[in-house]
């Protein structure tokens, strides 16, 4: 049997932070991105506030730290990593306003090159 799945493609500066990221952290974030390609929703997913429709995190939990990986599923046919990073809010549960103009930064630059 043939899956249906997406493509998933790399903001270059994205990947670097994701390798960066622990092991296990790295594995979660795979085995749920290859959800996402096939369409699904993964339970640790969830839209990201305030970047418009179709732009999502995954929330990872690993030995006590939290790191994220933020995707888009609007930009063409692909799906997107534009990010990843160890979550260090002072804040609550917040992610942090650079993290978030990071990521706005990126996906503007790369709705730029796919036109």
Do not use: C
């Not at 994205?14 to 749920?32: F, G, I, N």
């Not at 990201?48 to 732009?55: A, F, P, Q, W």
């Not at 006590?64 to 990986?69: E, F, L, M, S, T």
């Amino acid at each position: 049997m043939t899956r249906n799945t997406r493509k998933i493609n790399w903001v270059k500066a994205a990947l670097k932070d994701y390798l960066e990221l622990p092991k296990e952290a790295q594995d979660r974030a795979a085995t749920a991105l290859t959800y996402v390609a096939e369409g699904a929703t993964p339970d640790i997913a969830k839209p990201l506030t305030g970047l418009g429709s179709g732009i999502w995190e995954l929330a990872i939990k690993s030995r006590g730290d939290a790191y994220r990986v933020v995707y888009a599923l609007q930009l063409g046919e692909d799906i997107w990593i534009v990010h990843a990073f160890q979550k260090k809010s002072k804040k609550g549960i917040a992610t942090p306003k650079h993290e978030i103009d990071l990521v706005r930064e990126r996906i503007k630059r790369l709705r730029e090159q796919l036109r």
